[in-house]
């Protein structure tokens, strides 16, 4: 089993920043692309940035520019730098993660808890 904690969360005024962090830990031989979601009430959950185990980054156009995704592999963790935060990014933030548990069986899709970033003044 894998288990995926964020960290980083809270309150924050518009303009200001935040990092998150994600640390995987259990059963893990490999992990492939982490990411991070978020969630806004009444709305589907959509990507904010993933990176992939070489370092290849993708972000939504909405966070482009304000929102860094990063990895640390030998600590298995995932950081996301929000900067310049604005009210529409407030929402449940989930870290994701693609492992490997065991040599050559398929890598999967593995969750967060959540947590939540509030922006307003």
């Known amino acids: 089993q894998v288990q995926l904690v964020e960290s980083g969360g809270g309150l924050v005024q518009p303009g200001g920043s935040l990092r998150l962090s994600c640390a995987a830990s259990?059963?893990?031989?490999?992990?492939?692309?982490m990411g991070w979601y978020r969630q806004a009430p009444g709305k589907q959950r959509e990507l904010v940035a993933v990176i992939t185990s070489g370092g290849i980054t993708n972000y939504a156009d909405s966070v482009k520019g304000r929102f860094t995704i990063s990895r640390d592999n030998a600590k298995n963790t995932v950081y996301l730098q929000m900067n310049s935060l604005k009210p529409e990014d407030a929402a449940v933030y989930y870290c994701?993660?693609?492992?490997?548990?065991?040599?050559?069986?398929?890598?999967?899709?593995?969750w967060g808890q959540g947590t939540q970033i509030t922006v307003s003044s």
């Open positions: 994701n993660a693609y492992v490997q548990s065991l040599r050559n069986t398929p890598p999967r899709a593995y």
């Open positions: 259990g059963s893990i031989f490999s992990i492939n692309a």
